[in-house]
């Protein structure tokens, strides 16, 4: 099922306002968050526009989290983390998707809930080509 107004759906333009695509993964795609406070912060987006984790098999549910786990990895081995918080959020845009928000220990909110979206870090066309790079090398 497709939902023409989500940008996970539909890519393009809805997309493009707050992420870019980097590839898909086996039940999902994995997309990196704009706003860069947290350097490395990307989204793991289901491929199906479902609401819920309990709307999906089983399978697919830990397909889904293998697909969280190996974009973590990468964001691990890419941007060395000290920590990444883990967000399901949906309540206006309903598609099944985890924030993956890396947290560094010298770095902004470290010790605290990450902000959805701060504002406060945006990186010219080629710093995000070159993050997606380095993730993609690492997935």
């Not at 491929?47 to 984790?53: L, N, P, R, T």
């Not at 709307?55 to 969280?68: H, L, P």
């Not at 309540?91 to 993956?100: E, I, S």
């Not at 809930?113 to 080629?126: G, I, R, T």
Request: proline share 3%; aromatic share 10%.
């Amino acid at each position: 099922m497709i939902d023409n107004n989500c940008g996970y759906c539909v890519g393009g333009e809805p997309l493009a306002k707050f992420g870019i695509k980097i590839c898909d993964l086996s039940v999902s795609q994995l997309i990196l968050f704009k706003e860069q406070s947290h350097k490395g912060r990307c989204i793991v987006a289901y491929k199906d526009h479902v609401s819920e984790i309990v709307d999906i098999s089983d399978e697919d549910r830990n397909a889904f989290f293998a697909d969280v786990n190996r974009a973590a990895r990468a964001i691990h081995k890419a941007f060395n983390p000290d920590k990444i918080n883990y967000g399901a959020y949906g309540d206006t845009g309903c598609h099944l998707h985890m924030h993956l928000c890396p947290k560094y220990r010298d770095g902004f909110e470290w010790g605290g809930v990450f902000e959805m979206n701060p504002q406060k870090v945006f990186l010219s066309d080629e710093e995000y080509a070159g993050m997606i790079e380095k993730i993609k090398s690492c997935l």
